[in-house]
């Protein structure tokens, strides 16, 4: 897999995530964190986390959205971490 194959598979992330809450009704904000695994079958394996919990109404299908993606030929597994402020954030610090 290239630099440039995986800052598009990040890239379409990104807009899956941005297309999804940009749909749903405002709502206070949170953090969410996505943990993307990547292996040779190019099915990722996607887990999230919330901040604060519970999970908003407008995170509801992202998971859904994100595994339907198309993703890059690795030849081993691959880690991804991505935090998304979501409706402003939570205000906590992300560190």
Do not use: K, N, W
């Amino acid at each position: 897999m290239s630099s440039r194959e995986l800052s598009r598979y990040i890239a379409a992330i990104g807009r899956a995530v941005g297309d999804h809450v940009a749909g749903a009704a405002r709502a206070p904000g949170c953090d969410l964190r996505l943990e993307v695994q990547l292996d040779a079958r190019r099915r990722p394996s996607v887990s999230l986390g919330v901040r604060p919990a519970p999970v908003p109404a407008a995170i509801d299908g992202v998971l859904t959205r994100v595994e339907a993606l198309a993703a890059p030929v690795v030849r081993g597994p691959v880690g991804l971490r991505l935090v998304f402020a979501v409706h402003g954030g939570s205000g906590d610090d992300l560190g």
